[in-house]
Structures are given as structure tokens and as C-alpha cells.
């Protein structure tokens, strides 16, 4: 069985930095579209960067520029760097793994339990 876990997340002060980690079995993330995703309280779940597609990696505009996305194929491990963290970055974070389709992505089937990141 596919299983991402999520680990990584806390609470720090705005400006501060996190790195987020998403060990995945069962699937082979270079294979694979993964996609880090976050819902902020009362908010909906947007996604915010993704990997694995034929372009490079993308992100969403709030946090293009201070977050990277990489993965570690021999560890079977996507990563989330984020930096200059402000407050509207507070909530769940959650990576998620869909098949690739064309050169896009299709639907995320699989995902992780989540992470929280609390920003102060």
C-alpha cells in the first residue's frame, strides 16, 4: 500500500524557517507527480508547489521565491523548504502524489496525514 507521512512542521517566529519532509513507500516519487499542499484555517486547501511534471517545478504566487521543492530519489523523499515564513503561512501542510498525465498531472489519490506549521 501507497503511504506518505509528513514530518517536519512546529511553531516559529515570522522569518523563520521550516523543511518539511514527505517519506514516501509503496510508490516511486520520481515517478510520480508530488505536490505539496496547505489549508489554512477556515480556508480551502490550495496547492502551493509541485514536482515531477516534464516542466520544472512551480509554485503558487504566495510563496514563489521563499519556498523550494526538491525531492531525494534515493531516499524516496519529497522536501519542502520554506523560508521568510509570515503568518498567513500558518496551517496544514499535506504532500500528495498523483500519476502523471500528458504533461500535466491527474488526479491525487494518494496523500499524507499532514504536518502543522504555526507562524507567529
Not at 520544472?56 to 510563496?63: C, D, E, L, Q
Not at 496551517?91 to 491527474?106: D, E, K, N
Request: charged share 20%.
Amino acid at each position: 500500500d501507497v503511504q506518505l507521512v509528513e514530518s517536519g512542521g512546529g511553531s516559529v517566529q515570522a522569518g523563520g524557517s521550516l523543511r518539511l519532509s514527505c517519506a514516501a513507500s509503496g510508490l516511486d516519487i520520481h515517478s510520480y507527480c508530488m505536490t505539496w499542499f496547505r489549508q489554512a484555517p477556515g480556508k480551502e486547501r490550495e496547492e502551493i508547489a509541485r514536482i515531477g511534471t516534464f516542466a520544472g517545478p512551480t509554485y503558487a504566487a504566495s510563496v514563489r521565491g521563499r519556498f523550494t521543492i526538491s525531492k531525494e530519489t534515493a531516499k524516496n523523499t519529497l522536501y519542502l523548504q520554506m523560508d521568510s515564513l509570515n503568518a498567513d503561512d500558518t496551517g496544514m501542510y499535506y504532500c500528495a502524489a498523483a500519476a502523471r498525465s500528458g504533461l500535466g498531472c491527474g488526479e491525487y489519490l494518494n496523500w499524507g496525514q499532514g504536518t502543522q506549521v504555526t507562524v507567529s
